[in-house]
């Protein structure tokens, strides 16, 4: 069905499409790469100064498409809204820069018909290539025929839909700052050794005493020990792919690297796929408790997380289920600050992995027992936060992705949308 207004028209005849951008070669501008795009996120991450050469170029308002296998398929497309008025940046030949025509697009609007999953289909059906380089067919997109809304309709199915990754922007970066700030914390009690002594003072600014260790002067009372005194180290598993009957969308849930890789989250609560009763019990993989810090340990090394719940992982991890009175926090934040050193551990020739007998030796700096009870107290509200904060992200996420096709295809109507997400931005306000 079509509404009043509504027209069918050629995408080349509404949008432009790697349109002329003036930018002289040797200029130096903002560059944003491939890897600067996270997947299914409005926002470019980060950008670096380099000489214009080639490439892409683009100002504010166009959307950034990635036209290369996996890129495309796992979401990698960007609104642009990092630069100056009139600046012009460059980035990865690998972009389509999708482009509002004046007076008949609005930028935003380009930028959710491209993330919406019938354009993201045409576009991914049209790649052609050898495998593992295939690309985005120009001619077929441009000659792409869509129902395009009138201009204000436009406006406010985009302004419905940014409401909502406003706030899920605004969480993020409430949680990178709380993320810090725990982390700032973990550095000052047991790096620095400023934990507050019985008096509450900084304990090496106010004379603690120390002594020598293998891992230098530390804080009287404190021991070396290893990453293996800190809980259990667990492998995961795989059961066989040959058995369809031992994945599920419904079952227990299993974690991959791929999975933390595509997410900024704290936590993980499941994979993109479960694991049934029976491809548990014919796998190597164990469950895993409510707690357990899950970590990759297989290149690339070091993606993290929190189990929110019951889980499995495959072999990619090493995971650690902390010992009652060390706890997931503290856990959580060794291996993190360890990384470096526990990467630098690990051996292979083509990918490297730390094995968990290797892991359960990394050397650590063991505080006392009531140091790291009263630290996980004092950050335990900043995890209650970023917990609160994702479960909100993960609902605003579901409801854009549920809205998105409705409004750009007519189904629901701009007003009931505005209802809804007025609604929810309320309750979570």
């Not at 505080?367 to 994702?390: D, H, T, W």
Request: aromatic share 8%; proline share 4%; with cysteine.
């Amino acid at each position: 069905m079509r509404y009043d207004g509504w027209k069918e028209t050629r995408l080349i005849d509404v949008i432009d499409i790697n349109p002329r951008t003036p930018l002289r070669k040797g200029t130096l501008a903002k560059k944003v790469s491939m890897q600067d795009v996270a997947e299914f996120t409005r926002k470019i991450q980060s950008y670096e100064i380099a000489e214009f050469t080639s490439g892409s170029k683009f100002k504010n308002g166009d959307t950034l498409l990635a036209r290369i296998t996996p890129c495309l398929e796992n979401g990698k497309t960007a609104y642009v809204d990092i630069l100056e008025d009139n600046e012009i940046a460059f980035g990865s030949t690998e972009f389509i820069v999708l482009r509002a025509k004046e007076g008949i697009t609005d930028s935003k609007f380009v930028y959710y018909l491209a993330i919406s999953p019938e354009f993201r289909n045409i576009a991914i059906k049209s790649m052609t290539g050898s495998s593992g380089r295939q690309r985005v067919q120009s001619d077929v997109l441009v000659n792409t025929v869509i129902d395009l809304p009138p201009l204000e309709e436009q406006k406010r199915i985009a302004n419905v839909l940014s409401a909502i990754d406003d706030k899920i922007e605004l969480n993020n970066e409430i949680n990178q700052t709380l993320e810090e700030l725990a982390q700032t914390i973990f550095k000052r009690w047991f790096v620095d050794f400023e934990f507050p002594n019985e008096n509450g003072e900084p304990y090496k600014s106010s004379g603690g005493k120390f002594v020598e260790s293998k891992l230098g002067m530390i804080p009287e009372g404190w021991r070396v020990a290893t990453i293996g005194d800190l809980g259990d180290v667990v492998g995961g598993g795989t059961p066989s792919k040959k058995r369809e009957d031992y994945f599920t969308q419904n079952g227990i849930p299993w974690i991959t690297p791929k999975d933390l890789s595509n997410s900024k989250n704290r936590y993980v609560e499941r994979g993109s796929v479960d694991i049934t009763e029976e491809g548990l019990k014919n796998s190597s993989a164990k469950l895993l408790p409510k707690g357990t810090v899950l970590f990759s340990s297989r290149a690339p090394i070091g993606y993290i997380a929190i189990a929110k719940n019951e889980v499995t992982t495959n072999q990619g991890f090493k995971s650690v289920i902390p010992h009652k009175d060390i706890g997931s926090e503290f856990v959580f934040q060794v291996l993190k600050y360890n990384k470096d050193l526990i990467e630098s551990r690990a051996s292979g020739t083509t990918f490297k992995e730390i094995s968990g007998g290797e892991l359960k030796k990394v050397p650590i700096v063991l505080p006392k027992m009531e140091v790291i009870q009263r630290y996980n107290e004092a950050v335990r509200s900043l995890g209650e936060l970023i917990c609160n904060n994702e479960e909100e992200i993960n609902a605003l996420i579901s409801m854009r992705d549920s809205l998105l096709p409705k409004l750009m295809s007519g189904e629901i109507r701009v007003v009931d949308a505005e209802r809804e997400v007025e609604v929810c931005l309320q309750k979570s306000s």
